[in-house]
């Protein structure tokens, strides 16, 4: 079974960027769709980002603003956010699934693999 590490969380300013990764422990790309999910204190869990081989889905509070990505030598996932606000601040995890539907790779109950998660802070 795959597994995920996640990092690059941290704080910053409103307008600010931050990159996370998360390094898969073998080679995702063609095997496994891929998405990000977050969740802030007293609230659920949403999808903000999803990748399946060359097919990409964006929540649409962060479209725009944040770019999903994966370098398939390195097995590594990434999340490029830029043009932070404090209503993003939450810990974000990475999730992994064979064969999800393109449609539905928000989904999180259909996640089997999931990192330990990054905290993002986004002050005013």
């Known amino acids: 079974q795959v597994q995920l590490v996640e990092s690059g969380g941290g704080s910053v300013q409103a307008g600010g960027s931050l990159r996370l990764s998360c390094a898969a422990s073998e080679y995702t790309y063609s095997r496994y769709c891929m998405a990000w999910f977050r969740q802030a204190p007293g609230k659920e869990r949403e999808g903000v980002a999803g990748i399946c081989s060359d097919y990409t889905t964006y929540a649409d509070s962060v479209k725009g603003r944040f770019t999903i990505s994966q370098d398939n030598a390195k097995n590594t996932l990434y999340l490029q956010m830029n043009s932070l606000k404090p209503e993003d601040t939450a810990m974000y995890y990475c999730?992994?699934?064979?064969?999800?539907?393109?449609?539905?790779?928000?989904?999180?109950?259909?996640?089997?693999?999931w990192g330990q998660g990054t905290q993002v802070t986004v002050s005013p």
């Open positions: 999730a992994a699934q064979r064969g999800v539907a393109w449609g539905l790779l928000l989904r999180s109950s259909l996640y089997l693999y």
